[in-house]
């Protein structure tokens, strides 16, 4: 009777532990050096990490006070039989798992367990997260300074074409993919799973809306909500869209704007595209130039995806992970901006005449190919595209947020006055190429 009430109690604390089971035992591993992992990837290195050798060297040492609050070095309690995991290689097995690396291979290359590979990647991303040097402006601040602003502005202006100097920040939205929340995350959260299904994508995700300068810097971010609601209500939600709803004039320096596509509504600081069918001239050429500025955006969230290629597939996370992990990556993808040293190279000459050689050769195939996925006009412009589009799905027609009048002129009135007086336009589509392509 006993022996039989003791294993009872036993089997009872073993099914109340968290982790190894009692007796389990550890299974012998090699922690590998930072240095030999490096000599291993030689010039594949820079691809494996994202980053170089000096360059991840330098992360380290900006992370180091944290990573040893995360990592200490002497355990309270029990031994390490495969010895102390340095820093560097958690921050290794780190910026594998961001990069796309299958946990599984990485506790292989590391010669780490699978358990340390997590712990390794989420205290890094509260490192990172917590390191005020990688904060997305001067002195932590959520938005840019004014000072910033300026230097924000004058490189935006380098890189347009009709010479728009007042221009602090590009935003727009993009979906983070996800695997469907579980019931209790949303039960947690008090939001329903379908809410956090994109129907235009047809995927989960949740909606991050972001702003980037002229070097596609991550200036400013918001992601709390869901991926069923679209960009204006996200950002008119959020603690800066409120701010600036409320005549805030402190946040954004006088005269100057932020650029957006048709999701938003022209304000003092908002400059949108002119919304219609048919425009022409002024209207027609504003809206081009307004689109190589805006577009900005558009190129830093490529290069975002395209670097850490853990955003190409659905994170296996819970929602409730996912802002800090995404947050912790834009700090990074600023973090290799600016440790390289180099000014994102201008497109817009490239751009201009892919743009012409599409429309003339979609012009001269229309007949044959409506099925086409993109149909563009003789002007090169996306037809589906014109227009407000689908951001307005979740808000009735009649309660469709309308331009205020302002007693002085807005910077988006501004920004067109300039292209009329300086006489600019959309740039022509070379007829002699397209005949010669056509023969």
């Known amino acids: 009777l006993v022996a039989c009430l003791l294993a009872v109690l036993s089997l009872d604390d073993r099914q109340s532990l968290h982790g190894r089971y009692l007796g389990s035992k550890n299974i012998e591993r090699t922690i590998q050096q930072i240095d030999d992992l490096f000599q291993e990837l030689g010039a594949h290195q820079r691809r494996a990490y994202r980053m170089s050798v000096d360059q991840f060297t330098e992360l380290h040492e900006k992370l180091l006070p944290e990573l040893l609050k995360e990592f200490p070095t002497t355990r309270k309690w029990g031994r390490t039989p495969n010895g102390v995991i340095h820093s560097k290689l958690r921050l290794s097995a780190a910026l594998r798992f961001y990069a796309g690396g299958s946990p599984l291979d990485i506790m292989l290359t590391h010669g780490i367990s699978r358990q340390s590979v997590y712990r390794s990647v989420w205290g890094t991303t509260d490192a990172i997260n917590a390191t005020p040097s990688l904060s997305f402006n001067q002195n932590n601040a959520e938005f840019p300074s004014h000072e910033e602003q300026v230097e924000i502005a004058e490189g935006f202006k380098l890189r347009s074409r009709a010479g728009f100097d007042k221009i602090c920040l590009a935003v727009d939205g993009m979906l983070v993919w996800t695997v469907q929340p579980t019931a209790a995350d949303c039960e947690e959260l008090k939001v329903g799973e379908r809410q956090f299904h994109c129907a235009r994508k047809d995927k989960f995700g949740m909606n991050l809306m972001a702003g980037c300068d002229h070097m596609c810097r991550f200036r400013w971010a918001d992601l709390r909500h869901p991926g069923l609601t679209t960009d204006y209500l996200a950002f008119a939600t959020s603690d800066l869209g409120v701010q600036l709803e409320h005549d805030n004039n402190d946040i954004i320096r006088p005269g100057y704007t932020m650029v957006g596509d048709n999701a938003w509504v022209p304000r003092q600081w908002m400059a949108t595209p002119i919304s219609g069918h048919c425009i022409t001239g002024t209207d027609d050429a504003y809206n081009f130039y307004h689109s190589q500025v805006r577009i900005t955006i558009e190129r830093a969230f490529g290069i975002f995806v395209h670097r850490w290629g853990i955003l190409r597939r659905p994170l296996s996370i819970s929602i409730l992970e996912v802002p800090p992990l995404v947050m912790c990556l834009m700090k990074l993808h600023n973090f290799c901006i600016d440790s390289n040293s180099l000014s994102t190279p201008s497109t817009l000459h490239y751009d ?87 023969s």
């Open 352 to 438: 201009e005449r892919c743009i012409r050689r599409m429309a003339i050769s979609r012009g001269s195939t229309q007949a044959t190919h409506n099925a086409s996925a993109v149909q563009l006009d003789g002007r090169g412009i996306p037809t589906a595209l014109i227009g407000g589009g689908h951001h307005f799905i979740d808000i009735p027609r009649n309660r469709r947020p309308l331009a205020p009048n302002h007693p002085t002129s807005t910077p988006m009135e501004e920004m067109r006055n300039h292209v009329a007086l300086n006489g600019l336009r959309r740039p022509t589509v070379n007829n002699y190429a397209g005949k010669r392509k056509r």
